[in-house]
């Protein structure tokens, strides 16, 4: 089977790499710190570590960690991960997040246009090229 991708490395990385650097670019942004701040104020204020992320407290070296890569469910743990959660509602964490990530997302497409539509065109040609093979 031939797809005729133009560029099979760039397609299969190029989201992938800009995903990444829009991530970091996201938690730099000065209101999206200010929003974990608040996140993190709350959740020492419920009587838990302070973290510089929600991401931070799920990587804590301090939960066990089964086979499967959950943590072990302690009683401290769950308590840990409801507070989390309360304070993502109060003070809409996540909501913060995606916000920025769209503003950031579109900005990038639009000033990569050419770029992320030469992925699209390469990922169509494959999905084409499977259409073909599958008789359809």
């Known amino acids: 089977m031939r797809a005729d991708v133009k560029d099979e490395q ?3 990385g190029y989201v992938m790499e800009r995903r990444a650097a829009l991530d ?3 938690a730099k942004n000065p209101r999206m710190r200010r929003a974990l701040d608040t996140w993190a104020d709350c959740v020492v204020e419920k009587g838990f ?3 510089a992320s929600p991401e931070a407290a799920f990587r804590d070296k301090a ?3 089964g086979g499967d890569g959950r943590t072990t469910r302690t009683r401290r743990e769950r308590d840990t991960a409801v507070a ?3 304070c993502k509602r109060e003070h809409n964490t ?3 997040w995606w916000a920025i990530a769209a503003e950031k997302q579109r900005r990038d497409i639009s000033r990569r246009q050419a770029s992320y ?3 699209r065109a390469d990922l169509d040609r494959v999905r084409a ?3 073909r093979a599958l008789g359809e």
């Open 49 to 51: 570590k302070r973290y």
């Open 10 to 12: 760039h397609m299969n």
């Open 94 to 96: 996540a909501g913060v």
């Open 117 to 119: 539509d030469a992925v």
């Open 84 to 86: 989390d959660i309360e």
């Open 63 to 65: 939960w066990g960690r």
């Open 129 to 131: 090229a499977v259409r």
């Open 24 to 26: 970091e670019a996201v």
